[in-house]
Nanobody
Framework: VQLQASGGGLVQAGGSLRLSCAAS????????MGWFRQAPGKEREFVAA????????QYADSVKGRFTISRDSAKNTWNLQMNSLKPEDTAVYFC?????????????????????WGQGTQVTVSS
């Protein structure tokens, strides 16, 4: 499975951006889709995730109420709508997918539970 992220850019604080991730290859084996981010000098952190077969989502507390993850299973794509952006949201954003089924209600937050990763897209929020 190959993942391609797009949609990053430069935006002022309070603005919005929409990230997209497209999966190709063995896309039937993408059971959970997620987004992570990594700021300079920091570890990669969970942002949001959604299950493929149910509209169950999970968000990091820092983005809850501002970001929305969605997916189009038929098109093997998922998006991250980011509103009310803050300078602390500045990071490289990575899309990720889990290649095996996830039987718990909420999608996982841990990066090691994801098998496929996109190349990352830069999001910069200016103050």
């Amino acid at each position: 499975v190959q993942l391609q992220a797009s949609g990053g850019g430069l935006v002022q604080a309070g603005g919005s951006l929409r990230l997209s991730c497209a999966a190709s290859g063995r896309t039937f084996s993408t059971y959970v889709m997620g987004w992570f981010r990594q700021a300079p000098g920091k570890e990669r952190e969970f942002v949001a995730a959604i299950k493929r077969d149910a509209p169950t989502t999970q968000y990091a507390d820092s983005v809850k109420g501002r970001f929305t993850i969605s997916r189009d299973s038929a098109k093997n794509t998922w998006n991250l709508q980011m509103n009310s952006l803050k300078p602390e949201d500045t990071a490289v954003y990575f899309c990720a997918a889990r290649g095996t089924n996830w039987h718990y209600n909420l999608p996982p937050r841990q990066s090691y539970r994801y098998d496929y990763w996109g190349q990352g897209t830069q999001v910069t929020v200016s103050s």
